[in-house]
């Protein structure tokens, strides 16, 4: 089992940053991949970025490609999204997800964090 919590979440402006964070506890040392996902208003959960347990490889959605940077801290078990020049269609409640095995998908889930941009 895996416990996620998110936290970092706020409202900004348009142009703005924020660093959200996804603390992982439990059986970490069998997490895979990480990952951010992102649920606006009456649209589907999409993925933002993603991340190789352990750092090393990531991923990222091409709208996000040049504004955010996920990494993590392996000393703290922590997943961090940094997310720089917002724009108000970035407005969603954001969670982190973990991979608990290669060729899994993302089976545990954080409860979110909602970040608003304004315009």
């Known amino acids: 089992q895996v416990w996620l919590v998110e936290s970092g979440g706020g409202l900004v402006q348009a142009g703005g940053s924020l660093r959200l964070s996804c603390a992982a506890s439990?059986?970490?040392?069998?997490?895979?991949?990480m990952g951010w996902f992102g649920q606006a208003p009456g649209k589907e959960r999409e993925f933002v970025a993603a991340?190789?347990?352990?750092?090393?490889?990531?991923y990222y959605a091409d709208s996000v490609k040049g504004r955010f940077t996920i990494s993590m801290d392996n000393a703290k078990n922590t997943v961090y999204l940094q997310m720089n020049s917002l724009k108000p269609e970035d407005t969603a409640v954001y969670y982190c997800?973990?991979?608990?095995?290669?060729?899994?998908?993302?089976?545990?889930w954080g409860q979110g964090t909602q970040v608003t941009v304004s315009s």
């Open positions: 991340i190789r347990w352990g750092g090393g490889s990531t």
């Open positions: 997800a973990a991979v608990p095995r290669p060729g899994a998908s993302y089976e545990y």
């Open positions: 439990g059986r970490t040392d069998s997490i895979y991949r």
